[in-house]
């Protein structure tokens, strides 16, 4: 496979603190490729390594199968699109997207060309002469992007380029931008806290926390078969106990909560669970069914059942929530389809709610 940028066993240590410890990947040609990881995990130093803005401690970054470790930033085939987008406010819009080609010498008549070009392919063919603070945020985005791809970099890189959009105009650009990047066919890789961004644009996803990636796949992979506790409690949204376990057979699990519920589930695939070992568990608000208390048999099959009183309901459109009280601890999330019924139920009714044991993902407590 043709990678158009691969890190092989990447650190970048301060002192004895390793902010990037040990990442290798390779990111096929043409891909979005997002890094998501809460603040302070290190993507961004991660990202800052690959555009050349500081040097590692130990390992390797090469781009179209080439090392760049003594290539300087502004000789590096990448182009970085900043959070506040950098754009320059005392120049018209083609001239901010032409800066970059008028340092490298140019001649004017293709300056014109290419920027005009690039403007019709980010659906602002008319915006050449405007001010900066005369464009809207979605095309201050875009024009952020303009100004890279002019270059023809092989590899776009993006530090949280949303971040400052309010929320109905980032989740416009979050389907633009995956848009931009199909159009173009350059590698995107993508820095973001936010795992909806991640999820929707992202060919691949790599999972970071204290320095290291914890999981790389693709969006489906790491939301219904997370690796690790971190991921699984990261990526989505789930409903978390911790336990210990009661008994073990394969990887079928038996789960005693410190209520005294004995749940039914599936353990850590990278190791056996054994008895007594403490663990979490992790079961999605939409895995799990809602009924009156009592209405059926509870199937033989290890379907798992908790009892409970329904708290409140959290309205979201066309997906929804329960919140169900069920003794101590948080109370239960069940998430369902506006017209599903279950809004139906009222406050303080007795309900059973009920989650396969194959949905039940235990890991090693932390």
């Known amino acids: 496979m043709n990678f158009d940028l691969e890190c092989r066993d990447l650190v970048k240590a301060y002192g004895a603190f390793k902010a990037v410890d040990g990442i290798s990947v390779g990111i096929p040609q043409g891909s979005f490729f997002s890094i998501l990881g809460p603040s302070g995990c290190g993507k961004t130093t991660a990202l ?21 470790l003594k290539t300087p930033p502004n000789k590096r085939p990448v182009n970085m699109v900043f959070q506040h987008l950098a754009l320059f406010p005392m120049m018209s819009v083609a001239e901010n997207i032409g800066y970059g080609l008028r340092r490298r010498g140019m001649a004017r008549e ?3 060309k ?34 890279c791809m002019v270059l023809d970099p092989a590899v776009l ?18 389907v633009e ?14 820095i973001t806290h936010d ?15 204290h320095g290291r990636f914890e999981q790389v796949g693709t969006p489906q992979e790491l939301y219904f078969n997370p690796k ?3 991921v699984a409690g990261f990526v989505g949204d789930s409903n978390r106990w911790a336990g210990k376990v009661a008994s073990s057979g394969g990887q079928a699990l038996r789960v005693e909560r410190a209520d005294g519920t004995v749940l039914n589930g599936i353990g850590d695939q990278g190791r056996a669970l054994p008895a007594g070992e403490a663990v979490e568990i992790f079961v999605r608000p939409e895995e799990i069914s809602i009924e009156p208390a009592g209405t059926t048999p509870l199937p033989a099959d290890g379907t798992n059942q908790l009892q409970g009183q329904v708290e409140s309901f959290l309205f979201n459109g066309a997906m929804s929530r329960v919140l169900v009280s069920c003794g101590a601890g948080a109370p239960v999330s069940v998430a369902f389809a506006h017209d599903s019924g279950i809004g139906n139920f009222a406050v303080g009714q007795p309900v059973s709610l009920r989650f396969a044991p194959a949905k039940c993902r235990c890991f090693p407590k932390a």
């Open 48 to 68: 800052r390594l690959v555009a050349g803005f500081g040097e590692p401690t130990s390992g390797d970054i090469l781009i179209k199968g080439r090392s760049v």
């Open 110 to 112: 293709e300056i014109a």
């Open 114 to 147: 290419r920027v005009s070009d690039i403007l019709a392919r980010v659906d602002l063919p008319k915006a050449g002469d405007k001010r900066i603070d005369q464009l809207s945020g979605g095309q201050k985005q875009r024009i952020a992007i303009a100004r």
């Open 157 to 174: 890189l993006l530090d949280e380029p949303l971040g400052a959009l309010d929320l109905k105009l980032r989740e416009h650009m979050k």
């Open 177 to 190: 931008l995956k848009q931009l990047q199909h159009q173009f066919g350059t590698t995107f890789i993508y």
């Open 195 to 209: 795992q909806s961004e991640a999820l929707v644009m992202s060919d691949q996803v790599a999972v970071m926390n």
């Open 228 to 230: 690790t506790a971190f």
